[in-house]
């Protein structure tokens, strides 16, 4: 039987289409996922998103032990609820996973990882703790609500206490506070201004409603993945995995390289990928012609060689087709890209896409 969440009643109730997402029933759309996408990107959107893994990890040792866990660096996290972005890596310098980590203090410090990965992540994280004074606490009684767009601010300003309301609005980006309502961080995955909430499951129904009543539009994950494509947000499983490094997954600037002491998991390898230099990397594609550009299509190079489409979909914002695609680091400003048969010219770009709602497409 797939896990639900505190909130599937409310799905159902907003005629959302359910489908099977990593072992959860969860909503794909609640009708049209291009009218949810735009809704997000003009205006405001909820997504529930409580499949996703809430750790804590404390002790003496929380801080060292990330250090060596992660391959970005959280002694670069000062201030209480300041967020860092990071892969997981295993040995051979594969990503295992991406994340993100809040620095609550020395001692705590509070990681949310994907849910398709939870079994694994869970498995290996706990593996790496036998040499370090932690614990690790699953967060299971816990839902994660997101709250993304332009009037984002605006409607959970609207539906929260005044003091949590003025804190919301003082709230910088990738930052989050701990309040006793609600940990709500400025964070998220759609290249829009908003909020991922951390909460008690037995009060979430209460503030999705809330949110809703305020006009805030419920969304699905088919919007959800063509927001984070035109941000140029990767998707694990997708753009990177454990045979693929940050290296050649446009993520070379969440590795930190400095100090050269500091040894985390992972870094032999990539020390050793770095100096050979990586033979592939992560691009931005928009399709020139009219098609739709998808997963594992062949991109092809003339002269240097052939990739593969990792991510790709049609740009509601955009209204074309747009893809990552991992080719030969030798790759340009163009591509042909296999499409039943045919090649299609494709440009290749950096992402992202759009940002706050406007093409970067030059």
């Not at 609207?158 to 804190?167: M, R």
Request: glycine share 8%.
């Amino acid at each position: 039987m797939l896990k639900r969440t505190s909130l599937y009643d409310e799905h159902l109730k907003a005629g959302g289409k359910m489908v099977d997402f990593s072992g959860w029933d969860m909503p794909l759309h609640y009708g049209s996922q291009v009218e949810e996408h735009h809704k997000v990107r003009q205006n405001a959107g909820i997504f529930d998103v409580s499949h996703m893994t809430i750790v804590d990890i404390e002790g003496d040792d929380a801080q060292p032990f990330l250090r060596y866990l992660l391959a970005n660096d959280v002694i670069r996290l000062k201030n209480k609820g300041k967020a860092l972005y990071s892969c997981m890596l295993n040995e051979t310098g594969g990503v295992i996973d991406d994340l993100i980590v809040y620095y609550m203090r020395e001692d705590w410090y509070r990681v949310v990882v994907n849910a398709a990965t939870h079994d694994k992540d869970i498995a290996w994280i706990s593996k790496q703790t036998e040499s370090f004074d932690v614990t690790l606490t699953e967060q299971s009684d816990m839902s994660m609500i997101a709250v993304q767009g332009p009037e984002a601010e605006k409607k959970l300003s609207a539906v929260v206490d005044d003091a949590l309301a003025i804190a919301i609005q003082e709230l910088s980006p990738f930052n989050a506070i701990d309040h006793a309502q609600m940990f709500v961080a400025r964070t998220g995955y759609t290249g829009e201004d908003g909020f991922e909430l951390l909460l008690d499951s037995d009060k979430a129904v209460s503030i999705w409603q809330s949110l809703v009543k305020e006009g805030v539009s419920p969304i699905g994950l088919g919007a959800r993945d063509t927001l984070r494509l035109e941000a140029g947000m990767n998707l694990y499983g997708s753009d990177m995995n454990e045979d693929t490094s940050p290296l050649e997954s446009g993520l070379a600037w969440t590795v930190a390289w400095e100090p050269e002491d500091r040894n985390f998991i992972g870094r032999s390898a990539l020390s050793k990928l770095k100096e050979s230099k990586p033979g592939y990397k992560l691009v931005g594609l928009v399709l020139e012609d009219k098609g739709i550009l998808r997963d594992h299509q062949k991109v092809i190079a003339a002269g240097v060689g052939e990739g593969e489409i990792t991510s790709g979909s049609f740009s509601p914002t955009l209204g074309k087709s747009i893809a990552f695609a991992r080719v030969p680091v030798s790759t340009e400003t163009s591509c042909s890209v296999e499409i039943r048969g045919k090649l299609a010219p494709a440009k290749v770009v950096q992402a992202p896409f759009v940002r706050k709602g406007k093409s970067c497409i030059t």
